[in-house]
């Protein structure tokens, strides 16, 4: 396929753009177009990066190009070329010039090619949460090893407590299916239509928890526009593209485009709602910390089956009791997140979690591309590269009450900086104190950028009320053994 060269002057960038013509499953260029972008970054992707590398959720990788390429395999997306006819179902390519041959006969999930009924069981429908497992002991701890470095969740749990019970099956009810996922994924398919006519040298990235394993079925949809290798001005730059991207998807989107508008923040967003797939999207610009930190806490939620249901726990928790909303200047999901991996690193012994940034740096560099990252899929295995498996048995309650404990006795939020990063404690003395450090009330380390994600804890009455919810919660656990995820979350 023939790319030219972008063309750059002093004054912007003009990029020839090849306008593609569709013909037997192949894309020919049949004439350049030229426009001028006004803002861009100094320095746009090549072409190679353009067509390879982590843009979106493909069933082989996490991410795909912003550009569509024929993938056939992929369950997750339509291929937006033409396939050649030999794809076709019905009929089966044999190899020979002859053309296609006659349709195979259809083979039934209950019957094998013999037309015999297959003695095996048939499979649960693929967005069934609920579906039937082996019951497993008090920990709930797989069986087996080859089920421990898999991304596995037992369904049940036997000879254990009502609240361990109830955090599991909660989390069953309300985590993100796959059906929620493709619906994520149809919707950023269509928004790449029109932003690669803009930017087609970009990348478009699900990012957040949708695809950090933390999601649940009212989450919403965070995507990330990667325009450049290069960082970019958010408070000038950033706010420019996005009302651009405002003004055309509004244009060519307005079948289901509701509600759109610019909100300007450290990292500014685009924040719109779909009408018809009911969801909530915020769109930013070149935040590849973004990328990089979905990449790692996936990773974090594979490493051990009881991290995403006690953060989905411990999530709608903070939500209810109203101290999730950093709006509000209390805590962002993400810094609960943080806060969840880092007591499981340093809280339990032995611990849960290890500080994956510590043991293999090599793979969690900051400045490092995102198109390099390893795509994985929610769904997907931890890769095996990771050989760290807990011996950690405790259970739910357990884990939850030392994580309300941990927050209310051990850990000094006047000294002491929450850092999944190192996987240990460290000093706040030992930070310069510029900028997000610099008199708040709550220090959370993010993992690559180092600043503080807890920024927005910035006034004392809001620190006693988050404070305030953590007790609430330790005398909830340790007056009544019967407890339930919802009567933890009730305000009294």
């Known amino acids: 396929m023939y790319h030219q060269r972008p063309y750059v002057n002093p004054n912007g960038f003009i990029l020839r753009t090849p306008v593609y013509q569709q013909q037997g499953g192949h894309q020919t260029a049949n004439r350049t177009r030229t426009s001028t972008i006004s803002y861009p970054p100094p320095v746009i992707l090549s072409q190679q990066k353009m067509m390879s590398g982590p843009g979106a959720y493909s069933r082989d990788g996490m991410n795909s190009s912003l550009t569509s390429r024929n993938t056939y395999d992929d369950k997750y997306r339509t291929p937006t070329v033409h396939q050649p006819p030999w794809s076709n179902p019905v009929h089966r390519y044999d190899g020979r010039n002859r053309g296609p041959s006659l349709p195979r006969k259809r083979v039934f999930p209950d019957h094998n090619e013999e037309g015999q009924v297959n003695r095996k069981r048939r499979r649960e429908p693929e967005n069934s949460n609920a579906s039937t497992s ?8 797989p069986a087996t090893n080859s089920e421990a470095s898999s991304n596995y969740t037992p369904t049940s749990l036997t000879d254990t407590d009502m609240l361990s019970q109830d955090i599991l099956e909660n ?37 957040g928890s949708s695809m950090n394993g933390f999601g649940s079925t009212d989450s919403d949809v ?56 009911n969801l909530e999207c915020d769109l930013n610009i070149n935040n590849a ?173 809001n620190f006693r009320k988050i404070m305030t919810a953590l007790r609430r919660a330790s005398n909830k656990l340790s007056k009544n053994k019967n407890l339930k995820v919802q009567d933890l979350c009730v305000l009294r």
């Open 134 to 141: 082996k019951k497993l002991k008090s920990t709930g701890a």
């Open 222 to 277: 965070d995507m990330c526009l990667i325009i450049s290798d290069n960082s970019i001005s958010q408070r000038i730059q950033a706010k420019q593209i996005l009302h651009r991207l405002l003004s055309e998807l509004s244009r060519q989107c307005y079948h289901f485009m509701r509600k759109a508008l610019v909100i300007p923040a450290k990292v500014p967003i685009l924040k719109f709602f779909d009408g018809i797939r």
């Open 289 to 461: 910390t973004g990328i990089r930190n979905t990449y790692l806490l996936q990773l974090y939620s594979k490493l051990d089956w009881r991290v995403a249901p006690l953060v989905l726990t411990i999530k709608q928790w903070a939500s209810e009791v109203g101290i999730n909303d950093a709006s509000q200047g209390t805590l962002s999901s993400y810094s609960i997140v943080l806060m969840v991996l880092y007591y499981l690193q340093v809280g339990p012994k032995p611990p849960v979690l290890i500080s994956l940034q510590h043991i293999y740096p090599q793979k969690f560099v900051s400045n490092a591309s995102v198109w390099d990252l390893q795509n994985l899929a929610p769904e997907d295995d931890l890769p095996s590269w990771i050989s760290f498996r807990s011996t950690n048995k405790q259970s739910f309650r357990e884990l939850l009450e030392g994580f309300i404990l941990f927050y209310t006795s051990t850990f000094h939020f006047d000294r002491d900086v929450v850092s999944v990063r190192l996987g240990r404690p460290l000093a706040l003395n030992t930070i310069e104190h510029i900028g997000d450090w610099k008199k708040k009330f709550i220090h959370i380390e993010e993992p690559f950028d180092k600043t503080n994600t807890a920024r927005a804890v910035y006034s004392e009455p």
């Open 171 to 207: 989390f069953l009810k309300k985590k993100q299916t796959k059906a929620d996922l493709r619906k994520k994924v149809a919707l950023r398919n269509e928004l790449v239509q029109v932003i690669k006519k803009l930017y087609p040298y970009g990348g478009l990235f699900l990012v």
